[in-house]
């Protein structure tokens, strides 16, 4: 994502969210240091021309799942939202977790263990868990941060686990992204990591402004396949079927 592109929207949330960008971009130094570079194209190559399925932690996961269990659906590359992967565990192991590490890490450290990629996002609230827990990855982890530096680790652009993932998909070759689990409204799934109730519904909401941007500015090919929740606008329906 081009920094000016992005710039906006990462700003307009900056005042919505109060976030401290000053922050966001230590954590993003510290996360550069650790890694020291992040080279996605090994991710590419399982992403590039492939249909993906991103779960979100919304309290329609656990009915989503099961029915693409049952349809077979399964076997597209599978990307889990951070808390949503001990959901998705429970059928298969995810190829990539997008996380800013606030979930249940046991289970994405185990999902890590058994061949997922880690995806690790840096802000300015999770300087601490970036500082404990990316070192315990030797491989097959990405960085990526949402302000203008460092250079060397991608800003794909979004902002929560699940968007982000959209726009992470999407910029690496995607050929169709399909969102469950994604709900977006008043209720929070069970699956939500640390959260505060009123800072979660607007990051919730801007989850949302974001995946419609995504696909009418960039033209992504997103689908929702969510059993409930809010409509996303430029986001046609789709069936599990």
């Given at each position: 994502?081009d920094?000016?592109?992005?710039?906006?929207?990462?700003?307009?949330?900056?005042?919505?969210?109060?976030?401290?960008s000053?922050?966001?971009?230590?954590?993003a130094e510290?996360?550069?240091?650790?890694?020291?570079?992040?080279d996605?194209?090994?991710?590419?190559?399982?992403?590039?021309?492939?249909?993906?399925?991103?779960?979100?932690?919304?309290?329609?996961?656990e009915?989503?799942?099961?029915?693409?269990?049952?349809v077979?659906?399964l076997?597209?590359?599978?990307?889990?939202?951070?808390?949503?992967?001990?959901?998705?565990?429970?059928y298969?192991?995810?190829?990539?977790?997008?996380?800013?590490?606030?979930?249940?890490?046991?289970?994405?450290?185990?999902?890590?263990?058994?061949?997922?990629?880690?995806?690790?996002?840096?802000?300015?609230?999770?300087?601490?868990?970036?500082r404990?827990?990316?070192?315990k990855?030797?491989?097959?982890?990405?960085?990526?941060?949402?302000?203008?530096?460092?250079?060397?680790l991608?800003?794909?652009?979004?902002?929560?686990d699940?968007?982000?993932?959209?726009?992470?998909?999407?910029?690496?070759?995607?050929?169709?992204i399909?969102?469950?689990?994604?709900?977006?409204?008043?209720?929070?799934?069970?699956?939500?990591?640390?959260?505060?109730?009123?800072?979660?519904?607007?990051k919730?909401?801007?989850?949302?402004?974001?995946?419609?941007?995504?696909a009418?500015?960039?033209?992504?090919?997103?689908v929702?396949?969510?059993?409930?929740?809010?409509?996303i606008?430029?986001?046609?329906?789709?069936?599990?079927?």
């Amino acid at each position: 994502m081009d920094w000016e592109t992005w710039r906006p929207k990462y700003e307009s949330i900056v005042e919505r969210l109060d976030i401290d960008s000053e922050m966001d971009r230590c954590s993003a130094e510290v996360l550069h240091d650790i890694l020291e570079k992040t080279d996605p194209s090994e991710l590419e190559r399982q992403i590039s021309g492939n249909e993906c399925v991103i779960f979100g932690a919304g309290p329609s996961l656990e009915e989503d799942l099961e029915r693409m269990s049952r349809v077979g659906w399964l076997d597209k590359v599978l990307v889990s939202a951070d808390g949503a992967t001990s959901a998705v565990m429970e059928y298969e192991i995810p190829t990539v977790i997008v996380t800013d590490l606030d979930g249940e890490l046991a289970d994405q450290i185990e999902a890590w263990r058994r061949g997922a990629w880690m995806v690790v996002h840096a802000h300015g609230d999770n300087l601490e868990e970036v500082r404990r827990v990316v070192p315990k990855l030797e491989e097959r982890v990405l960085g990526t941060i949402q302000v203008d530096k460092p250079g060397q680790l991608p800003n794909f652009g979004g902002f929560t686990d699940g968007d982000r993932a959209a726009f992470m998909l999407h910029e690496l070759g995607a050929s169709r992204i399909y969102l469950a689990g994604m709900d977006l409204g008043a209720e929070i799934g069970k699956y939500s990591g640390r959260t505060e109730r009123g800072s979660k519904l607007i990051k919730l909401e801007i989850c949302r402004d974001l995946l419609s941007w995504l696909a009418d500015e960039f033209e992504a090919e997103l689908v929702n396949v969510t059993a409930g929740g809010e409509e996303i606008p430029g986001v046609p329906r789709g069936e599990i079927s």
